[in-house]
């Protein structure tokens, strides 16, 4: 596959251009968004992958799809230089270009002018971070299941789709024109005319389901299966945040508090001996001060965490979007396919009606060994009206 396949065209309205970006770009791009906002919802990257088909690509492009428009609605991240550079910058080798330029960059909690207003939002409200992880671990769970029920729904009404118009294929072969067909398997008349005129007509019917199937396979796609994959992008971006604060600030702030209760132990043992501690007194005052900013700097993590947190909710709220756009497409589906299946029924009636030209030695009696004609099967009993619905969701 050539290198122009793997490119991918991003535009910004916001800032009038249109670029081309390779993976690699959003590798960078990904990794100085990390560094520049660590405690900010930086959705995950496709996997890369060798050997890719072209099914594999599409999903891609639109998981980097996803990416840049998660990115470009942050009320925080989007007004980035980085972010600016990556959507209008045309210079050629643009990860390297973009990696020199932004390498020495500072984090967002560096760069705050006022530090002080950290503690005041805290202070007015209540943050409880491992709540929020354990209610982000079930969203993300419950969330994945509905998308991966809505892929194979989707994948459903794409093969429903590929077998009506297999059916209408195998009709229209068999009412084909220009077959020769004998006086004997005819019955002498016009039964199996009226049947190959029918099911040309019926050919046509099952070609227009699989045609609606085909764009009702294209709404639930577009509508349903990929804004729920946006808030899933959004709940596991989170999610990361989540496990990047643990392992990172919260754990430094753990290490730091350790050490000065380690310092206070060791200056109690030295006052114990009647040793001066005046050198253990200025480390004790060094890594005291030390831990306070790693305090301020876990705080403004969990500032962070409670901010995107409200984001989660923004795209939570979409789900009434998703699953009205559902019940409408399944609506309009089921009304479409009854005006099909009742185009049908003319032409099956007419089918039906030529049982009255066919003699009923037409299928012939087959004998069995002792040269007797088998019993004939005892008669069905009538039909019970059919009471589901008018039309089939196959």
């Not at 930086?42 to 998660?70: C, D, V, W, Y």
């Not at 007004?79 to 210079?91: G, N, R």
């Not at 409880?128 to 459903?156: A, H, N, P, Y």
């Not at 639930?220 to 990929?226: M, N, Q, T």
Request: charged share 25%; hydrophobic share 35%; with cysteine.
């Amino acid at each position: 596959m050539s290198n122009i396949c793997l490119l991918i065209q991003v535009k910004s309205r916001s800032h009038s251009s249109t670029v081309q970006r390779r993976y690699t770009d959003f590798e960078v791009f990904h990794d100085l968004l990390i560094a520049r906002y660590p405690y900010r919802l930086i959705p995950r990257l496709p996997p890369k992958k060798i050997g890719m088909t072209e099914h594999f690509i599409n999903q891609r492009r639109r998981a980097l799809s996803r990416f840049l428009n998660i990115i470009a609605r942050h009320p925080t991240i989007r007004k980035d230089s980085i972010v600016t550079f990556f959507l209008t910058s045309e210079a050629p080798d643009i990860h390297s270009k973009m990696r020199d330029k932004f390498k020495n960059q500072l984090d967002e909690f560096v760069t705050l002018w006022d530090k002080g207003d950290i503690e005041r939002q805290l202070n007015m409200m209540s943050c409880d971070v491992q709540g929020m992880k354990t209610e982000l671990t079930k969203m993300l769970k419950s969330v994945q299941i509905i998308r991966d029920l809505s892929e194979k729904w989707v994948s459903r009404t794409q093969k429903t789709a590929f077998d009506y118009q297999l059916f209408s294929n195998e009709l229209s072969v068999l009412a084909g024109e220009g077959q020769t067909v004998s006086a004997w398997s005819s019955h002498q008349g016009d039964a199996w005319g009226k049947i190959r005129e029918g099911m040309r007509n019926l050919s046509v019917q099952f070609s227009n389901l699989s045609e609606r199937y085909g764009r009702q396979k294209l709404q639930e796609d577009v509508s349903i299966l990929e804004n729920i994959s946006y808030i899933l992008d959004v709940l596991q971006g989170v999610k990361d945040l989540a496990d990047r604060r643990e392992k990172g600030v919260n754990k430094e702030h753990q290490q730091a508090f350790n050490r000065i209760q380690q310092l206070k132990k060791q200056k109690g043992s030295i006052a114990a001996r009647g040793q001066d501690g005046g050198v253990i007194s200025v480390r004790i005052e060094q890594q005291e001060s030390l831990t306070n900013d790693i305090q301020l700097r876990n705080n403004f993590s969990v500032l962070c965490m409670n901010m995107e947190m409200k984001l989660v909710y923004s795209y939570l709220s979409h789900f009434g979007i998703i699953w009205n756009g559902f019940a409408s497409t399944q609506l309009n589906l089921s009304q479409d396919l009854l005006e099909i299946w009742d185009r049908t029924m003319p032409i099956t009636s007419m089918m039906l009606a030529t049982q009255g030209d066919t003699p009923s030695t037409a299928m012939g009696v087959c004998y069995n060994a002792a040269g007797a004609a088998p019993a004939a099967p005892p008669s069905a009993p009538p039909s019970a009206p059919y009471t589901g619905p008018s039309f089939y969701d196959m």
